[in-house]
């Protein structure tokens, strides 16, 4: 039994010859050959036979068994980020293709737009595709915010500029 572990060992050792039941299995360290630290399962029973009181100890290797367990811990950890970074990058991919889809939409409006017409045109064209933008860029911006105490603060009011002359508007 490792140092650390010893006076459980003798502890569990009185209570097997104290009790006439068999030991629940308790899991103690041992060294194993080369000094590697090994985990066994050490159970115990009082037996009486006709030349007196004999303990019988049980104990099972569980070494292997241990680690895997907790590699399979870890595997079960890895696949639940897995998980979540794909919901992160869907909730994420939803927004940007529809920003992505009115961007290109904007753009065919704008350069597709009849010479000498109302400019006025293209602007209600292309205003409700920048909303429809600017909703999909806030709804990122949610997924993700930043809560950096280095970070500049943010408005979380959206601002418009106008496509007619190029000034902010808020």
């Not at 006025?120 to 205003?127: F, G, K, L």
């Amino acid at each position: 039994v490792v140092e650390s572990q010893r006076v459980t060992a003798e502890q569990r050792l009185e209570a097997i010859a104290a009790s006439p039941r068999p030991s629940q299995p308790v899991e103690l360290r041992f060294r194993g050959p080369g000094s590697t630290e090994r985990v066994g399962e050490v159970a115990g029973l009082m037996l009486e036979l006709g030349d007196g009181r004999r303990t019988l100890i049980a104990i099972r290797d569980v070494t292997e068994q241990r680690g895997l367990m907790a590699k399979l811990q870890v595997a079960d950890r890895l696949a639940t980020v897995g998980t979540l970074a794909a919901g992160v990058a869907h909730e994420v991919n939803n927004p940007l293709t529809a920003i992505i889809g009115n961007l290109e939409l904007m753009k065919l409006a704008l350069t597709n737009a009849p010479p000498g017409a109302d400019s006025a045109s293209p602007t209600e064209d292309v205003s409700p595709l920048v909303d429809e933008c600017l909703t999909g860029a806030w709804r990122i911006a949610a997924i993700a915010p930043i809560n950096s105490a280095s970070a500049p603060a943010r408005s979380r009011a959206p601002r418009c500029a106008s496509i007619a002359d190029s000034s902010p508007v808020n």
